[in-house]
Structure formats: structure tokens, C-alpha cells
């Protein structure tokens, strides 16, 4: 059964803390994705990969990192950097090119105490 | 920054009424793709608009490309309760960087 699996759904970290939020997909598709969502804010863009040891940062990368070892797993790290990390965060990814979807984890909602 | 923007952020609706929701964005884009996320949920992809002046229907949904590829809408009719949720616009601004709208969030009156 193909998709993309976020885990843990719920995360509770304490402050100063690094927090390693994971991303599997079985779909075989070149790009992931990582997005913070906050009430009101929509969906930003905090990092992207379109291929394997390559990604690039996107709109509110600071305080985040991200590796992609393998094509299936994009694991975004939550650095103690990152001012506000209390967020829902979604993981997507997609076959890669311009014209095609982008399918969605069930998200880390992630609580910073 | 953000590079693809939507209105109105909040939609309050009565049951059975229509209302619009518009994205624009400050590049042209290829293509626009539309998701709906319902509360609590993740975001599913709806429909992409790949050609100038573009119109789509799906059932009470009308998606719309503009004819400069820079904007799109969508409209729906006689909302009913399931169509609560948040809709967001997406377009491809860069190789590979999928940005979002801020979404619509839709309440709907019964």
C-alpha cells in the first residue's frame, strides 16, 4: 500500500532541545518536501529535495536541517536554533517535473515546553 | 518571500450560498494546482490548471487560469457543510520549489 508515512503524529520536546521529525514515502517519487504550518500562516516552505544528497532551502530554513541519504526518507531536524518550533509540520512529496501532485503525511504535530 | 498569495484568508458562508477565493501569484507560473485540507487533516491535491484561460469543473467546484498564467480562482456554488476545510493554491515558482498560498479558511453557516 503505497503513501507517505510522518511519525510520531504528536511530539512533545523540551526547550534547547534538538527534535529529528521523520518522513518515509514508498511511492518512488524524486522530490520531498517540508512545510511548518501555523494558525493563519498556511504553509511555509522549509526545506526541499528533488534529488537524492541534494536539497535546497526554502522560505524559513533557519533553525532547521535536513538530509536525503535515500530517496524514500527526508528527516527534518528541529534545531534548538529555532525560535518558535511549537508548529504542525507536513511532510510531501512528489514525482518531481512541473505538472505533477503533491501527496501528503499526516503531519508531527511538535510542542516545545 | 512569499511568492503566491490567496484571498480573502476567511470565509464565512451560508448554506447554500456561493463565494469565490483567489490566488495570484508575482511570477507566471506553468501550472496551478488546488488542495483542500479538511480540519484536523492533511492536504489533498483537488485539480491542476495547465493551459492559458483554463476552466475546470468538478461537480459545485470551478477552477479558473488566468489568461497571463499569473492567477486562478475558485468558485464554488451552493456550499454545503462538507465543504469545510481550507483551500489552498500551489504553483511550482522555481525548479522544484512547490509554494503555497496562505489558503482560505471556509466556515459554512447551517
Known amino acids: 500500500d503505497g503513501g507517505i508515512t510522518q511519525s510520531p503524529k504528536y511530539l512533545f520536546r523540551k526547550e534547547g532541545q534538538n527534535v529529528t521529525l521523520s518522513c518515509e514515502q514508498n511511492?518512488?517519487?524524486?522530490?520531498m518536501y517540508w512545510y511548518r504550518q501555523d494558525p493563519g500562516q498556511g504553509l511555509r516552505l522549509i526545506y526541499y529535495s528533488q534529488i537524492v544528497n541534494d536539497f535546497q532551502k526554502g522560505d524559513i530554513a533557519e533553525g532547521y536541517s535536513v538530509s536525503r541519504e535515500k530517496k524514500e526518507s527526508f528527516p527534518l531536524t528541529v534545531t534548538s536554533a529555532q525560535k518558535n518550533p511549537t508548529a504542525f509540520y507536513l511532510c510531501?512529496?512528489?514525482?518531481?517535473?512541473?505538472?505533477?501532485?503533491?501527496?501528503f503525511g499526516q503531519g508531527t504535530r511538535l510542542t516545545v515546553v | 518571500g512569499q511568492q503566491v498569495m490567496q484571498i480573502p484568508q476567511y470565509q464565512h458562508v451560508q448554506e447554500g450560498e456561493d463565494f469565490t477565493t483567489y490566488c495570484n501569484s508575482s511570477t507566471t507560473l506553468s501550472n496551478i494546482q488546488w488542495y483542500k485540507q479538511r480540519p484536523g487533516g492533511h492536504p489533498v491535491f483537488l485539480i491542476q490548471?495547465?493551459?492559458?484561460?483554463e476552466v475546470k469543473k468538478q461537480k459545485r467546484l470551478t477552477f479558473q487560469f488566468g489568461e497571463a498564467k499569473k492567477n486562478s480562482s475558485l468558485h464554488i456554488t451552493a456550499t454545503q457543510t462538507t465543504d469545510v476545510g481550507t483551500y489552498f493554491c500551489a504553483g511550482v515558482v522555481s525548479w522544484g520549489k512547490l509554494q503555497f498560498g496562505a489558503g482560505t479558511q471556509v466556515v459554512v453557516t447551517p
Open positions: 511511492l518512488n517519487h524524486d522530490a
Open positions: 490548471l495547465v493551459k492559458s484561460g
Open positions: 510531501a512529496s512528489r514525482l518531481g517535473g512541473v505538472g505533477t501532485e503533491a501527496f
